[in-house]
């Protein structure tokens, strides 16, 4: 694929666009571009040789992660999803072979020994569809909820992720996300990644399903330095995150870690994760709409009325300052309003007050045009669902453009994934007890 043109871009948007295209000459680019001035490389902190010092959840990101001045977590701002497929090498009779298992613990080990656990190093985690778990004669276990993808509205009619597994790699650092995927799946005998030789790959145990293969970023101020893409209008503010104009992941309004978690069972200590792929319409929402609409769309027509949200968001703090009354008013603000919001509605699906879902979404440009893949964790996939419907509001009287983001957003893929604990990431069996 053809490298973007390094003169027309700045630094930032010149090590997104190498992400997103990926493969050993972007890798090349990338880490050419990442030296300093008197050649010094931008030093990504070293992992650990103690594997018992890891957190026993693949997904415990939060606290490796720095903090604003709010309290919200900073994510990592480069992400790109790998889809695999397993090769008819790694199995016997449909089922993972001993040495597919040991091949990829050994190689996952040699990441965490070469980067630190951190958002300045490698975050990562290896989920599992129900495809997957489907080559198996044992169902999964009682208490864990992974049912098939499909489609949640009337509106929507995406592809389903029903390869076998999703290997999401995140970092600060867009060399390490890319040079992680190719010393994974690149031609290169025993490549060194941040000073250690990675001594086994990928490669025979899973294929890379190219065309799946998404990317993306979050940070203050990232989108905008993709109005050059087809669909991305200036009026995208300078300082937001997110390309709909506001910030997200709120602390208050994120479940916890482990409110997310699997609490018995062989799965201990692993989750379910939902990753929705979908393209935005920026175009419609900043040029037909004024911040006063959109801040009403977003969250709630009373946080427009009584300017709580500020430009992007930053006048929320940690909470999207949703209160219970707030919540309760929905049916009544799409009957007097005749609009109500993303975020109220949403927050329908809370259970006993508190959210059930653990964010962990970003921009993409993935196809030349702006989209969001909305990555969330939870205990069951059902709690997705049910945000999802509670979102939806298909039960209010409220008309379809004024109807949140509804209008904006188009979902093109959906999956869903087991996050096993880090001790059965390599191959889990559908039921390890059995």
Same mark, same amino acid.
């Given at each position: 694929?053809?490298?973007?043109?390094?003169?027309?871009?700045?630094?930032?948007?010149?090590?997104?666009?190498?992400?997103?295209?990926?493969?050993?000459?972007?890798?090349?680019?990338?880490?050419?571009?990442?030296?300093?001035?008197?050649?010094?490389?931008?030093?990504?902190?070293?992992?650990?040789?103690?594997?018992?010092?890891?957190?026993?959840?693949?997904?415990?990101?939060?606290?490796?992660?720095?903090?604003?001045?709010?309290?919200?977590?900073?994510?990592?701002?480069?992400?790109?999803?790998?889809?695999?497929?397993?090769?008819?090498?790694?199995?016997?009779?449909?089922?993972?072979?001993?040495?597919?298992?040991?091949?990829?613990?050994?190689?996952?080990?040699?990441?965490?020994?070469?980067?630190?656990?951190?958002?300045?190093?490698?975050?990562?985690?290896?989920?599992?569809?129900?495809?997957?778990?489907?080559?198996?004669?044992?169902?999964?276990?009682?208490?864990?909820?992974?049912?098939?993808?499909?489609?949640?509205?009337?509106?929507?009619?995406?592809?389903?992720?029903?390869?076998?597994?999703?290997?999401?790699?995140?970092?600060?650092?867009?060399?390490?996300?890319?040079?992680?995927? =190719?010393? *994974?799946? @690149? #031609?290169?005998? $025993?490549?060194?990644?941040?000073?250690?030789? +990675?001594?086994?790959?990928? %490669? &025979?145990?899973?294929?890379?399903?190219?065309?799946?293969?998404?990317?993306?970023?979050?940070?203050?101020?990232?989108?905008?330095?993709?109005?050059?893409?087809?669909?991305?209008?200036?009026?995208?503010?300078?300082?937001?995150?997110?390309?709909?104009?506001?910030?997200?992941?709120?602390?208050?309004?994120?479940?916890?870690?482990?409110?997310?978690?699997?609490?018995?069972?062989?799965?201990?200590?692993?989750?379910?994760?939902?990753?929705?792929?979908?393209?935005?319409?920026?175009?419609?929402?900043?040029?037909?709409?004024?911040?006063?609409?959109?801040?009403?769309?977003?969250?709630?027509?009373?946080?427009?009325? =009584?300017? *709580?949200? @500020? #430009?992007?968001? $930053?006048?929320?703090?940690?909470?999207?300052? +949703?209160?219970?009354?707030? %919540? &309760?008013?929905?049916?009544?603000?799409?009957?007097?309003?005749?609009?109500?919001?993303?975020?109220?509605?949403?927050?329908?699906?809370?259970?006993?007050?508190?959210?059930?879902?653990?964010?962990?979404?970003?921009?993409?440009?993935?196809?030349?045009?702006?989209?969001?893949?909305?990555?969330?964790?939870?205990?069951?996939?059902?709690?997705?669902?049910?945000?999802?419907?509670?979102?939806?509001?298909?039960?209010?009287?409220?008309?379809?453009?004024?109807?949140?983001?509804?209008?904006?957003?188009?979902?093109?893929?959906?999956?869903?994934?087991?996050?096993?604990?880090?001790?059965?990431?390599?191959?889990?069996?559908?039921?390890?007890?059995?």
């Amino acid at each position: 694929m053809t490298l973007p043109d390094r003169s027309t871009l700045s630094r930032r948007e010149y090590a997104r666009a190498l992400v997103a295209v990926g493969g050993a000459t972007a890798l090349s680019a990338c880490l050419d571009m990442s030296s300093g001035e008197n050649g010094a490389e931008n030093t990504v902190p070293s992992g650990t040789d103690d594997p018992d010092s890891l957190p026993a959840r693949q997904y415990a990101w939060n606290e490796f992660a720095t903090r604003d001045d709010k309290g919200n977590v900073e994510p990592p701002a480069h992400h790109v999803l790998l889809p695999l497929a397993l090769t008819e090498r790694a199995t016997a009779d449909g089922e993972p072979t001993a040495d597919a298992r040991e091949t990829t613990e050994s190689t996952l080990r040699t990441l965490e020994r070469a980067y630190e656990w951190s958002t300045d190093g490698l975050l990562f985690t290896l989920g599992y569809t129900p495809s997957y778990f489907e080559r198996f004669d044992e169902d999964l276990p009682e208490g864990v909820d992974l049912p098939e993808p499909a489609a949640l509205t009337s509106r929507e009619d995406p592809a389903f992720d029903e390869f076998d597994a999703l290997l999401h790699l995140a970092s600060n650092h867009p060399e390490v996300v890319l040079e992680v995927e =190719e010393g *994974l799946f @690149g #031609d290169q005998e $025993e490549p060194e990644r941040n000073g250690v030789v +990675l001594e086994s790959n990928l %490669i &025979e145990v899973f294929e890379r399903v190219d065309e799946n293969r998404r990317t993306g970023f979050v940070g203050a101020g990232l989108p905008t330095e993709h109005t050059d893409v087809s669909g991305v209008p200036d009026a995208v503010p300078k300082d937001a995150p997110f390309f709909m104009g506001f910030r997200s992941g709120f602390d208050r309004t994120q479940a916890s870690e482990d409110r997310v978690t699997i609490d018995s069972g062989p799965f201990a200590d692993g989750t379910t994760q939902h990753v929705s792929s979908m393209d935005i319409q920026l175009e419609v929402w900043f040029e037909q709409e004024n911040h006063y609409q959109r801040v009403s769309k977003m969250f709630s027509p009373e946080h427009a009325a =009584e300017e *709580l949200v @500020g #430009d992007v968001g $930053e006048e929320l703090g940690a909470d999207s300052g +949703l209160s219970d009354e707030r %919540i &309760e008013a929905t049916a009544a603000d799409a009957r007097q309003e005749g609009v109500v919001g993303h975020a109220q509605k949403a927050a329908r699906g809370r259970e006993d007050g508190d959210p059930p879902l653990l964010r962990r979404d970003f921009n993409t440009i993935d196809g030349d045009r702006p989209g969001l893949h909305f990555v969330s964790l939870q205990h069951d996939i059902e709690d997705f669902v049910r945000v999802r419907e509670a979102m939806t509001g298909a039960d209010l009287d409220v008309p379809s453009a004024n109807n949140g983001i509804l209008h904006y957003i188009f979902v093109n893929r959906r999956g869903n994934y087991l996050l096993p604990p880090r001790g059965l990431r390599a191959l889990p069996a559908a039921n390890p007890d059995a």
